[in-house]
């Protein structure tokens, strides 16, 4: 069975800070997403990452993929208040479809 | 941009009763799938479908819930007699192809009381 798990639960930060957000998983996966909630919405998906040493950026956040170590981030450069939202990963076993996601990181940004 | 849309966005029920949530994939999609998060907690994984039968399921999905594509659009998940620990959002995704990027609705509200 595949296990993720997030690290840290909760995240408060201040605006122009940087912080990463980190992402363990259990088995080989083939592919690791990244999705944004906000509270009381759906997930939004920020990143694929479909290979071992894939980076991806867009605006202020940048993920990246190990896939040796099964781990992920998601790294923050310079927050700002629209950040705040709930991030969650999520991956498959590989070869499965039915994804499996992390517990989730609360991140705040406070002015 | 093409979206999936799910319907009702909230469902109030009483214990006991049955519940179908829609859910409308993108429409080039062939796999389709329903998760759900209680309130506060991580998504998990319910079940997926394709080509008209379940693939997967996991073991939230009993006996009491089903799964139905009944026309071309639709797609449908019937909770025969809802508990109490029914409570949760209900998220709908769809993906064009095996290991594709599964996207997801808007998700209902199941509130049980």
């Known amino acids: 069975e595949l296990k993720v798990e997030q690290n840290p639960l909760f995240l408060s930060m201040q605006e122009g800070k940087n912080y990463t957000i980190y992402c363990n998983y259990s088995?080989?996966?083939?592919?690791l997403y990244w999705y944004r909630q906000d509270p009381g919405k759906s997930l939004e998906s920020l990143f694929v990452?479909?290979?071992?040493?894939a980076v991806k950026q867009e605006g202020r956040l940048m993920a990246s993929l190990d896939t040796k170590a099964r781990l992920s981030t998601l790294h923050i450069t310079a927050a700002v208040h629209d950040l705040s939202a709930t991030y969650f990963c999520a991956a498959p076993i590989f070869g499965n479809e039915k994804l499996t996601f992390g517990t989730g990181t609360r991140l705040t940004i406070i002015p | 941009e093409p979206e999936v849309t799910q319907t009702p966005s909230h469902q109030v029920t009483q214990m006991g009763q049955e519940v179908i949530l829609r859910c409308v994939p993108i429409?080039?999609?062939?796999?389709f799938y329903w998760y759900r998060q209680i309130l506060g907690q991580k998504v998990e994984f319910l079940v997926s479908f394709y080509n008209n039968e379940i693939s997967e399921k996991s073991e939230i999905f009993d006996d009491q819930f089903s799964v139905e594509r009944p026309d071309g659009s639709n797609f449908t998940l019937k909770i025969r007699s809802t508990k109490l620990e029914d409570s949760a959002m209900y998220f709908c995704?769809?993906?064009?192809?095996?290991?594709?990027?599964?996207?997801f609705g808007p998700g209902t509200r199941l509130t049980v009381t």
């Open positions: 995704a769809s993906s064009e192809r095996v290991g594709g990027e599964q996207y």
């Open positions: 990452l479909l290979s071992n040493g």
């Open positions: 088995t080989t996966s083939d592919r």
């Open positions: 429409s080039n999609h062939l796999y």
